[in-house]
Each structure stands twice: as structure tokens, then as C-alpha cells.
């Protein structure tokens, strides 16, 4: 087990280093594609205002009319319910911010699953879609960084899919992130380093998973 680790932190220190001196490693993390009109878009979770504000631009330039959103869990907070407090789910603060901001709450549709990953989300919508087979052209929204890997996971989940599903991915533009000088902020750092971390145990192990 130490041996396989220490092979993928081995592995994985010397695609980071490759990509960092070329200075590409944070451009490489945002998958951008171009813009298309989608059968709907899926705002992953996770950071909520940057995510937010790029799907209702989306929807206001007529990107997609529906909007899909995957049930976060949120670790501990059904205990706190059972002591008697109120917790507001970062889901139904995404649905409540994305209705006051002018998408009609029927075009909204929450799937409920207590998703803890991007793999999760995957798997989720990709159960969703089964049986939907006019749904096949999804545009993905997420934080800038969180592109590349998200475009991994659900490419890979949906590779057997009855119906081919088509995935257009959008990048936050209001993502605070330094794509192009990563290295000069340590907050940039710790994400490209960390985005790094979690392809690799992507690729070699949660994969396995899907």
C-alpha cells in the first residue's frame, strides 16, 4: 500500500513539476468550450457565488432554459437538526439565489442524492438522464479551476451511456483565480496543488468507483 502510494506521489510530483515550469499548470485546470444552446446546464456544487452568477448569465443569454443542481451533503448537519437548529442546505441557497435573480423556480429541477464529490454529481445525473433521452446536450458550470477535472469525471461516468450526452464546459469568469500567474498567490497555489492531488487520485483511484 506505502509502495503504491509513494509510486502516485512520485507520478504525481513529476506532472506538477513538468506542467509548473512551463508556467501552464493553472491555464491547463480551466476547460473552456465554446458556448452552445444546451438542453440544460448543471451548476456543480461547491463554491456557490461564482457558479451562480455564471449560470444566470447563461440563462438570460438563452445558453438553456433549465437549470440542474445535485443535493450537496453537508457532513454533519442532520445532528445539528436533531439538536433543534436550523440549517440552511448550500443547495436550497443556490435554488433561493438563482429565483431571486430571475430564473423561474419550475425551470430549476434539484436532484436529491447528499452528494459528498464531483464523482457523485456525475453519477447522480447520469441516473437522472437514463431515461431521458432528449437531454443530450448538458453544459457544466464550476468554478474555473475545478473544469479540467470535472470535464475527467463526468466524461469517464457517462462513456457507457445509452445515449451519448454531450458536455459543453464553462468555466466561472468570476472565479477569483490566477490562472496565468498562479504561483505569485498562495491561495492560487494551494489550489493548483490541491486540484493536482485530486485528478491524480481521480485517474488511479476513485475512477475505479464510477
Known amino acids: 500500500m506505502r509502495s503504491g502510494f509513494a ?28 458556448p452552445v444552446h444546451c438542453d440544460a446546464m448543471v451548476i456543480l456544487m461547491g463554491s456557490i457565488a461564482d ?14 432554459d433549465r437549470v440542474i443542481i445535485v443535493d450537496e451533503s453537508m457532513g454533519s448537519y442532520r445532528l445539528l437538526e436533531a439538536r433543534g437548529v436550523n440549517v440552511i442546505r448550500n443547495t436550497t441557497q443556490v435554488n433561493d439565489i438563482l429565483t431571486k435573480l430571475g ?6 429541477s434539484v436532484l436529491p442524492g447528499d452528494a459528498t464529490s464531483t464523482q457523485m454529481e456525475a453519477m447522480i445525473l447520469r441516473d437522472y438522464l437514463a431515461d431521458k433521452p432528449s437531454v443530450d446536450t448538458i453544459m457544466i458550470i464550476s468554478s474555473a479551476y475545478h473544469t479540467r477535472r470535472a470535464s475527467m469525471i463526468f466524461n469517464y461516468a457517462f462513456r457507457d451511456a445509452e445515449t451519448p450526452v454531450r458536455f459543453i464546459f464553462s468555466p466561472s469568469r468570476y472565479t477569483y483565480f ?6 505569485k498567490s498562495k491561495e ?16 488511479f ?5 464510477i
Do not use: M
Open 7 to 34: 509510486g502516485l506521489t512520485i507520478i504525481l510530483l513529476t506532472i506538477v513539476l513538468y506542467v509548473s515550469s512551463c508556467r501552464n499548470a493553472g491555464r491547463w485546470l480551466e476547460k473552456k468550450d465554446n
Open 51 to 64: 457558479r451562480v452568477l455564471e449560470a444566470v448569465d447563461h440563462y438570460n443569454q438563452g445558453k438553456a
Open 188 to 203: 492560487d497555489i494551494q489550489i493548483v496543488v490541491s486540484e493536482y492531488v485530486k485528478i491524480a487520485n481521480f485517474l
Open 103 to 108: 430564473i423561474p423556480a419550475d425551470s430549476i
Open 178 to 183: 490566477n490562472n496565468g500567474k498562479w504561483w
Open 205 to 209: 483511484v476513485e475512477r475505479r468507483k
